[in-house]
């Protein structure tokens, strides 16, 4: 009895596994080629920033800090990154909503509300985020953008 209900289980559960879905996700490739670039862009730009790449849940993935950059940008690349992982959108919407006067946005979770960070996205679906600090805001974001347009080509 025990065989033979094995012998109908045991192809259920493997194609039940096999149907799984497939995640998607930012492997070493896909980092190092995004950091080249932005790399690039941040010589290019004659600037000295962090970058830093988070996956979809915001953990670290890469963090870089150029000699010249100043020491808080290890946190500020890291909350950009944290913040345009967990909402989808460039962390430039913060400090947007802010300005607006929306300062309750200020106790949501990984919000931060200053430019320079975006999600990473393939198919429509957040990978992750990249930021870049220690230039203008606007700047850091040029030097992001950088990053996943290289990811994207």
């Known amino acids: 009895m025990f065989r033979v209900l094995a012998a109908v289980l045991i192809p259920a559960v493997t194609m039940f596994a ?3 879905p ?3 996700y930012l492997n070493l490739v896909a980092i190092k080629t995004m950091v ?5 862009k941040a010589k290019e730009l004659n600037v000295e920033v962090t ?3 988070v996956d979809e849940s915001g953990n670290l993935l890469f963090l870089e800090k150029a000699d010249g950059a100043s020491l808080n940008t290890l946190q500020f690349a890291q909350k950009k990154a944290r913040h345009a992982a967990f909402y989808g959108s460039p962390s430039k919407d913060g400090a947007d909503a802010v300005k607006k006067g929306n300062v309750e946005a200020l106790a949501f979770p990984e919000f931060f509300p200053n430019q320079g960070g975006l999600p990473i996205k393939v198919d429509g679906k957040v990978l992750g985020g990249i930021a870049a600090s220690g230039a203008k805001s606007e700047i850091d974001e040029q030097i992001a953008q950088a990053g996943i347009d290289a990811l994207l080509k």
């Open 22 to 24: 497939k995640k998607q």
């Open 36 to 40: 080249a670039a932005s790399e690039a």
């Open 18 to 20: 096999a149907d799984l």
């Open 51 to 53: 970058i830093c790449v």
